[in-house]
């Protein structure tokens, strides 16, 4: 079965410094999102990406986040200047666009971000 | 968004089935019930969606009433492998535009041996 892949599974940083998370979504898929997950709350939306843009962001996605789609399979998360907040499980989501089908997301295992 | 009223958390015997009640009483006529779980901090699983009509399939059936201010999953036969934090989410149809899901706290489910 398809399935979306994240890398990393786990990566601690220094405050302060620069993330990205990598995201391969399932091929045919077209619309992504980041998610984020703060350890014991709920499951929160950051960001959709559709067409090579950013169709909706949440409040939570400020400057210093910013996400791409540099080579047409992959899909990025950067973190510009890391803060202790920021840890969290980052998940990335894929679904395909219409035609029929229930149009679920489809989640990836999550990359957990560890800022000290 | 419509909002969803789930149990905080549920205990269920393996091999037994899992009812797991959702009330959404501001629901719109064009807003479907969906159902995620998540096990254990990994990425969110879709399980079922509908509108009005009951619906099944091979993880689970979603019993929605009549009036559609509410909901049930149904785990026909528990397994402890179904232990996780199950979400009732209710959206406009997800195969149009970039609906996003909205996650409220859950239900944790516990599926004891």
């Known amino acids: 079965e398809p399935e979306v892949t994240q890398t990393p599974s786990h990566q601690v940083t220094q405050m302060g410094q620069e993330v990205i998370l990598r995201c391969v979504p399932i091929s045919n898929h077209l619309y992504f999102y980041w998610y984020r997950q703060i350890l014991g709350q709920k499951v929160e939306f950051l960001v959709s990406f559709y067409n090579n843009e950013i169709s909706e962001k949440s409040e939570i996605f400020d400057d210093q986040f910013s996400v791409e789609r540099p080579d047409g399979s992959n899909f990025t998360l950067k973190i510009r200047s890391t803060k202790l907040e920021d840890s969290a499980m980052y998940f990335c989501a894929s679904r395909i666009l219409a035609g029929g089908v229930t149009g679920e997301l489809f989640f990836g295992e999550g990359s957990r971000l560890t800022v000290l | 968004d419509a909002k969803t009223t789930q149990p905080p958390s549920m205990d269920c015997a393996e091999g037994r089935a899992a009812n797991l009640p959702c009330n959404h009483s501001t629901i719109s006529g064009n807003e479907y019930v969906y159902w995620y779980r998540q096990i254990h901090s990994q990425g969110p699983q879709y399980i079922i969606h509908?509108?009005?009509n009951n619906e099944t399939n091979e993880m689970a059936s979603l019993i929605i009433t009549e009036d559609r201010k509410s909901s049930t999953l149904i785990l026909p036969h528990a397994t402890l492998r179904d232990t996780a934090v199950y979400y009732c989410?209710?959206?406009?149809?997800?195969?149009?535009?970039?609906?996003?899901?909205?996650f409220g706290t859950g239900t944790r489910l516990l599926v004891s041996p």
């Open positions: 509908g509108l009005k």
């Open positions: 989410i209710v959206r406009g149809p997800m195969n149009t535009g970039f609906q996003k899901l909205v």
